[in-house]
């Protein structure tokens, strides 16, 4: 364990950045060639730039106080960033989609405008017909209507086949009637509903002719577009604070015989004729398409997310110094402990396994959308089934342990980690929603275990058209074990992917054989995706060009397999796949390649290229400075705008003066 | 899977009570009996109720609003909090300690007067000479002072040893002059020190003749208690939001040449004499008593906020309905699901767990502080550091899975469960300080590590007299496996807790063949800690009285215990102590007990005994009417007082007209 030479200053605040520095100097590769790998082309990184410094240079946008205001405050203050948000794409011209992503991400705080931007637009364009995108779409991109999406209910949220709200079709005035025939019918949850809106695509089961036909989705208007007001036979509220979005308007709706235009039901897969005539979609599927969208994204936010705060934790625990080896020594950096290690190192690999799984992931995403214009064959479907279970699969896994690992590095960085200072909580806050929005685990994990269970009985012929190779775990051989005869062998890719396809194929196996058991079909899921990720995190790293990256990031890919071995061990040594010997040797090759990480590990989160800005941490600051930080945020807390708070003289002089 | 019959109503919101009620009547003991066992006699009972609606009938702490206020409003919002506390205390003639705490624990929120209830009196009892105690401890308990515990610095949590606060003897004034010379060395942290206190019990190095004298604590006025203003020499301030105790002023201290008496050195155990000859206490782990105490207290905190989650949790799965089997079939109640009961049933098991484990280690807790009154001798001291041990080991593992299981238990009640509205998230962000506070895991862990290390190689000739068996496990047999022959002996409580002691002798082994490896000695404080929460329960159960009771109990144990197998089976299948075979039993036998206790869930939680009042949460009421619920608090959100919102004309309205 190394620790800090006798020679270092006396403030512990002076030697934090030295030591950032220090690590710096250590590592065995060019950092700006691993943000090469992580960000893309260098151009690219320096129109990010250009654009981060248009949000820094904002007077409304570079607002980084999310921790002082309630939920109202935060609310008022997010719908001005929303206008200075548009503001500054209009000034600077900027209209490309990914750009304004990009510019979006940076304000780091979700606007009312979020799903607007999100699944409002991308909804109308992928299921409204040529003929009412061409209407509806420009109004929306220019802000003339903003936009909800309205399908979660009170009462359903998970089972969207068991949504109540109502739409008749009225052949007589050619319009959709449409109800909330219960209490728990009423739309709950959709970001901006509540106070923003003032349309929304909602979900409803269509009846034509009193018969059932299934969920659609329709367009209506929910506020006067001059007054803003509520229109008639509709309820409009704000669900109130939660974990995270308090900036966001998570509203409420309720339909009281509210009458629509026939052309307002979003019409490119299903249609209803003026006379009443219904023609099915080619799947059932299309209607919730942009669900898939939005997980494929939550696969890219999970990376985001953990590898800002992997970044904070280990820039934190190098600036950190706490505890001696032995009496009269100096302090040891929080970094040189092998807990700490242990927490940080791995998920900083899953990071990175996250942002490449995302570009697989998101390339099947763009194939499936790609042949939305052709004729929608058999194959295409397939397609479209292999997509929407893998995406339900990562989001599932990846969300659950995103979420998981955010949480262990905050508690990883003590008392300043609760703090709000760290930026950590913050940051847990506005992911976490991930673990439950666009479908909680408990309900993905099923669309995706039937989906392999589908696969394993009636293997299709598999078009080959794939980008993603989601079944080549069925070849694997159940029955065999692990070839390893010496510990470091364990660190061979090769015997590691192998190891985490048979232990999907077992999992799936044993799901088969337990056919009325979700938890077997929930470990086939969970085994399944993990084995997708890891496959994806090693394509992602053989194909990095710089040879010293590619090193160090296949350190970083052994770890985190066999990290995630030691995880589910259990599962491993099932019918011995691992001996008892190869499951001790697992913990020992962890602990071995934490120190073979341990030079490299700030390079690494600085690979991630996150600035300043973005993180808002006092502790995960680039230049280690951390406590001058956290005393100068901490002096400018409202609370100490006076040494006497008002307080005293109303509540407190009375109980220290009064006689009790 | 059962399914709601067919004459079911029409509304959701009027079945989900309906469903409660069913639960209710399935149960096969009296609730009332388990009360008997998880809160005491009837007599204790109803003394609580009676204290409970001295609260619920104060104009100023039956406020429930936990989420619509930012810190310093809810910082101001608590100090008027804590003058009502104190009057209802005079007004009522309520002076017994348990009592004061009780109606504290029924507020359910932290007041800025917590840790002077909580530690600062507790310290000044414990570690002040008769003379000092006569003097402060009055004043304090009477509000005539106001006091903190300023023990960390912002350079320093973990190694209290490293703390750079300093007091200088003045033999000439007979004066301790205090300083913070350097940055880092600020107190950082401490509840009710930055706007509240008047007082601190503050721990500093002390130094005699500049020779050091290591850590002691001191006395230190910090306000004037006229005009609450900080006193000269001392910079005082609140250090900003945290996750949660946004109610408390959690603050920083820096002193400049600050000088007391001699006398308000906290004399019980060191002392120095008016000449500055110094009296070193027998046991250095006697100046840091307090934390014991309060790691104590989170023993059963844990049990408490497990318990107020579980129940919310369990009830609002009982209420709710989501999917059906078949088609057309009436939807299922979430609580039918394997993978919600997998996620509620344990969690529910490790309240009572840590209830029972809390009732051992106080019992060992009063056990070594009546002895303080007497000669402290070896054994003595020896006790002392078997109380530190197991506090510390307890304290670190029943935090995280604690923290884990509530977060688990949230994410299993969906959207609903992120909603500010169930008061999940609020139970989250109060309790989880508690992982951080009062040392953190990794820390904790090194200190029971250490000394189970220290029994292992000089076996101590144990005094018999603790009230907890901490060393039998040092009598296993690490060479022996596992007899269970058919599935169902793995429910046999003997081979169950021999089970967890063999693992925890094996892992300690493995830590003293691996001593430099912090991993190891951590597996071997969570294997130790987990095997006497164990025994504790067991034995809890064991002792209740009822037959119906214990029977039931006894289920919820075993499939606790085999679901900690479960998730840590690598340990338990190292060198084969469960056969593959037995592993795979595992697992059917948690599947199996799911069924067994599913039909006593509701009434299992019902046990706790939490008013409504307490839970605060709209999905997890007693009578099941969450979805009224839902919609009445939404209803009554600050951001529903008008339909449109003022923001709307100032940022909407441009945004919505401007040409974008």
Same mark, same amino acid.
Request: with cysteine; hydrophobic share 40%.
């Given at each position: 364990?190394?620790?800090?030479?006798?020679?270092?200053?006396?403030?512990?605040?002076?030697?934090?950045?030295?030591?950032?520095?220090?690590?710096?100097?250590?590592?065995?590769?060019?950092?700006?060639?691993?943000?090469?790998?992580?960000?893309?082309?260098?151009?690219?990184?320096?129109?990010?730039?250009?654009?981060?410094?248009?949000?820094?240079?904002?007077?409304?946008?570079?607002?980084?106080?999310?921790?002082?205001?309630?939920?109202?405050?935060?609310?008022?203050?997010?719908?001005?960033?929303?206008?200075?948000?548009?503001?500054?794409?209009?000034?600077?011209?900027?209209?490309?989609?990914?750009?304004?992503?990009?510019?979006?991400?940076?304000?780091?705080?979700?606007?009312?405008?979020?799903?607007?931007?999100?699944?409002?637009?991308?909804?109308?364009?992928?299921?409204?017909?040529?003929?009412?995108?061409?209407?509806?779409?420009?109004?929306?991109?220019?802000?003339?209507?903003?936009?909800?999406?309205?399908?979660?209910?009170?009462?359903?949220?998970?089972?969207?086949?068991?949504?109540?709200?109502?739409?008749?079709?009225?052949?007589?005035?050619?319009?959709?009637?449409?109800?909330?025939?219960?209490?728990?019918?009423?739309?709950?949850?959709?970001?901006?509903?509540?106070?923003?809106?003032?349309?929304?695509?909602?979900?409803?089961?269509?009846?034509?002719?009193?018969?059932?036909?299934?969920?659609?989705?329709?367009?209506?208007?929910?506020?006067?577009?001059?007054?803003?007001?509520?229109?008639?036979?509709?309820?409009?509220?704000?669900?109130?604070?939660?974990?995270?979005?308090?900036?966001?308007?998570?509203?409420?709706?309720?339909?009281?015989?509210?009458?629509?235009?026939?052309?307002?039901?979003?019409?490119?897969?299903?249609?209803?004729?003026?006379?009443?005539?219904?023609?099915?979609?080619?799947?059932?599927?299309?209607?919730?398409?942009?669900?898939?969208?939005?997980?494929?994204?939550?696969?890219?936010?999970?990376?985001?997310?953990?590898?800002?705060?992997?970044?904070?934790?280990?820039?934190?625990?190098?600036?950190?110094?706490?505890?001696?080896?032995?009496?009269?020594?100096?302090?040891?950096?929080?970094?040189?402990?092998?807990?700490?290690?242990?927490?940080?190192?791995?998920?900083?690999?899953?990071?990175?396994?996250?942002?490449?799984?995302?570009?697989?992931?998101?390339?099947?995403?763009?194939?499936?959308?790609?042949?939305?214009?052709?004729?929608?064959?058999?194959?295409?479907?397939?397609?479209?089934?292999?997509?929407?279970?893998?995406?339900?699969?990562?989001?599932?896994?990846?969300?659950?342990?995103?979420?998981?690992?955010?949480?262990?590095?905050?508690?990883?960085?003590?008392?300043?980690?609760?703090?709000?200072?760290?930026?950590?909580?913050?940051?847990?806050?506005?992911?976490?929603?991930?673990?439950?929005?666009?479908?909680?685990?408990?309900?993905?994990?099923?669309?995706?275990?039937?989906?392999?269970?589908?696969?394993?009985?009636?293997?299709?012929?598999?078009?080959?058209?794939?980008?993603?190779?989601?079944?080549?775990?069925?070849?694997?051989?159940?029955?065999?074990?692990?070839?390893?005869?010496?510990?470091?062998?364990?660190?061979?890719?090769?015997?590691?992917?192998?190891?985490?396809? #048979?232990?999907?194929?077992?999992?799936?196996?044993?799901?088969?054989?337990?056919?009325?058991?979700?938890?077997?079909?929930?470990?086939?899921?969970?085994?399944?995706?993990?084995?997708?990720?890891?496959?994806?995190?090693?394509?992602?790293?053989?194909?990095?060009?710089?040879?010293?990256?590619?090193?160090?990031?296949?350190?970083?890919?052994?770890?985190?397999?066999?990290?995630?071995?030691?995880?589910?061990?259990?599962?491993?040594?099932?019918?011995?796949?691992?001996?008892?010997?190869?499951?001790?040797?697992?913990?020992?090759?962890?602990?071995?390649?934490?120190? #073979?990480?341990?030079?490299?590990?700030?390079?690494?989160?600085?690979?991630?290229?996150?600035?300043?800005?973005?993180?808002?941490?006092?502790?995960?600051?680039?230049?280690?400075?951390?406590?001058?930080?956290?005393?100068?945020?901490?002096?400018?807390?409202?609370?100490?705008?006076?040494?006497?708070?008002?307080?005293?003289?109303?509540?407190?002089?009375?109980?220290?003066?009064?006689?009790?």
């Amino acid at each position: 364990m190394s620790s800090v030479s006798s020679d270092a200053p006396r403030e512990l605040a002076d030697l934090a950045p030295l030591l950032l520095k220090k690590e710096r100097s250590t590592a065995t590769f060019d950092v700006q060639s691993l943000i090469d790998v992580a960000v893309g082309p260098r151009d690219v990184q320096e129109h990010r730039k250009r654009l981060l410094e248009l949000v820094k240079n904002d007077p409304v946008l570079s607002d980084r106080d999310m921790i002082h205001r309630n939920h109202k405050e935060r609310y008022e203050n997010a719908l001005g960033k929303s206008y200075a948000f548009a503001k500054l794409l209009e000034k600077h011209n900027i209209t490309d989609w990914d750009d304004t992503t990009t510019v979006y991400t940076f304000i780091g705080e979700p606007l009312p405008i979020d799903v607007h931007r999100s699944m409002f637009i991308p909804t109308l364009e992928t299921q409204m017909d040529d003929e009412q995108r061409a209407y509806w779409v420009p109004r929306a991109k220019a802000f003339q209507i903003t936009g909800a999406y309205a399908q979660t209910e009170l009462g359903h949220g998970s089972n969207v086949q068991g949504i109540e709200t109502t739409a008749h079709y009225d052949v007589k005035t050619q319009e959709f009637i449409l109800n909330s025939p219960t209490l728990t019918s009423r739309k709950w949850w959709p970001g901006g509903l509540g106070k923003t809106a003032n349309h929304c695509v909602l979900h409803a089961r269509l009846f034509l002719n009193s018969k059932d036909h299934g969920i659609q989705a329709f367009l209506v208007p929910i506020r006067d577009t001059k007054t803003h007001e509520t229109l008639p036979g509709i309820t409009l509220g704000d669900i109130g604070p939660k974990i995270g979005f308090q900036s966001i308007d998570n509203g409420f709706c309720a339909l009281n015989n509210v009458r629509i235009p026939r052309r307002n039901m979003l019409m490119r897969f299903a249609k209803v004729a003026p006379d009443g005539t219904f023609s099915k979609p080619p799947s059932d599927k299309l209607v919730y398409f942009t669900m898939v969208k939005v997980r494929v994204g939550i696969v890219y936010f999970c990376g985001r997310a953990l590898g800002m705060v992997t970044t904070i934790g280990t820039r934190f625990s190098a600036a950190r110094v706490q505890g001696a080896t032995g009496k009269g020594k100096s302090e040891n950096q929080v970094l040189d402990y092998e807990n700490q290690q242990l927490t940080l190192f791995p998920l900083i690999g899953l990071s990175y396994a996250a942002l490449f799984s995302h570009r697989a992931i998101d390339k099947l995403y763009n194939q499936v959308l790609a042949q939305f214009d052709g004729e929608l064959g058999v194959d295409h479907l397939y397609l479209l089934s292999q997509l929407h279970a893998s995406a339900s699969g990562l989001k599932a896994f990846l969300t659950e342990e995103t979420g998981n690992g955010m949480e262990r590095v905050r508690r990883a960085c003590g008392g300043h980690g609760y703090s709000a200072s760290s930026n950590l909580p913050y940051l847990f806050q506005v992911y976490i929603g991930a673990c439950t929005y666009e479908g909680t685990k408990d309900v993905l994990v099923q669309q995706h275990g039937a989906f392999l269970l589908k696969c394993l009985r009636n293997p299709v012929p598999v078009s080959n058209s794939s980008s993603l190779d989601l079944l080549g775990f069925l070849q694997a051989n159940p029955n065999s074990t692990c070839p390893a005869t010496r510990p470091e062998q364990l660190r061979d890719p090769e015997i590691l992917l192998t190891a985490f396809r #048979v232990r999907a194929l077992k999992a799936l196996l044993r799901a088969d054989a337990n056919k009325n058991s979700l938890h077997y079909l929930t470990q086939a899921s969970l085994a399944h995706a993990e084995s997708i990720v890891l496959s994806c995190f090693y394509e992602g790293v053989v194909g990095v060009q710089d040879t010293k990256v590619r090193v160090v990031l296949l350190q970083l890919f052994q770890l985190y397999a066999l990290w995630r071995i030691q995880a589910n061990l259990g599962e491993f040594r099932l019918s011995n796949y691992l001996s008892s010997a190869q499951g001790a040797w697992v913990d020992e090759q962890v602990l071995a390649l934490l120190k #073979v990480v341990r030079p490299n590990a700030i390079s690494l989160v600085d690979g991630f290229d996150f600035s300043d800005f973005e993180l808002n941490s006092t502790i995960g600051r680039y230049d280690g400075d951390i406590y001058r930080a956290l005393i100068d945020r901490a002096t400018k807390d409202p609370l100490n705008k006076t040494d006497v708070v008002p307080g005293y003289h109303q509540y407190l002089k009375p109980l220290l003066t009064a006689k009790l």
